[in-house]
């Protein structure tokens, strides 16, 4: 394929890991690296070529809830180091189980102050981020010079914030999803031209 799309002079985007789930443990994130390392150690030479990652990204951690648990206590103990530390930040009611053995998802009061609520937000943004980072190093490996990318909604989906997430990637592919209720401008679209960064609205 690749070769018939070089004949046409048009260029190569091979979908790698499309519609995976980002929540994805650490056995299963290493496969897929592996699989990425693959594509570019076989396409590395080839003119034009743009690696595309992810087109229909997924965040659920409730697929795998015991990986879930595993990651989610791992960003715990990095962010807040003791199970005190964790008490304090989050409230002695908020916190059912010393750290490393809490249950995903936390608690919620439903408070707009709930921290709880706002950790696993980060705790989600941060599994897009190291499923990402871990995908382009591996294309990196074998590929310094060609272009990486996915896809993102332009309306983003439950812990896609593709604000945050595209660095390390060199374009953000920002496809919309027309609707009735939804203009056909994207804001989105703006803030990362301000930002230099490229951007398809398709």
């Known amino acids: 394929m690749g070769q018939l799309i070089q004949k046409h002079n048009m260029v190569f985007m ?10 994805a443990g650490d056995a299963a994130l290493a496969e ?9 150690e076989n396409l590395a030479t080839m003119p034009g070529l743009l690696y595309y990652i992810n087109g229909d990204y997924g965040n659920n951690p409730n697929e795998q809830p015991e990986e879930a648990a595993k990651l989610w206590n791992h960003w715990l103990q990095e962010r807040y180091g003791t199970t005190d530390n964790l008490r304090a930040a989050w409230g002695a009611d908020a916190v059912t189980a010393e750290l490393g053995k809490l249950a995903y998802p936390p608690p919620s009061s439903d ?5 709880p609520a706002l950790d696993k937000s980060r705790f989600l943004l941060w599994l897009t981020e190291r499923w990402n980072k871990a995908h382009v190093a591996a294309v990196r490996t074998h590929d310094t010079g060609h ?3 996915s896809e993102y909604y332009a309306h983003p ?3 896609i914030d593709m604000i945050s997430t595209i660095d390390g990637q060199d374009v953000a592919n920002i496809g919309r999803l027309f609707s009735a209720t939804r203009p056909a401008t994207s804001p989105a679209v703006e803030r ?11």
Request: with cysteine; aromatic share 8%; glycine share 14%.
């Open 111 to 115: 408070r707009w102050d709930d921290v």
């Open 14 to 23: 091979p979908g790698m890991l499309i519609v995976h789930n980002v929540a």
């Open 32 to 40: 897929q690296a592996r699989q990425c390392q693959g594509y570019a």
């Open 192 to 202: 990362h031209a301000d930002a230099g960064e490229g951007a398809w609205h398709g």
């Open 157 to 159: 989906l439950s812990g």
């Open 147 to 149: 272009p990486i990318t």
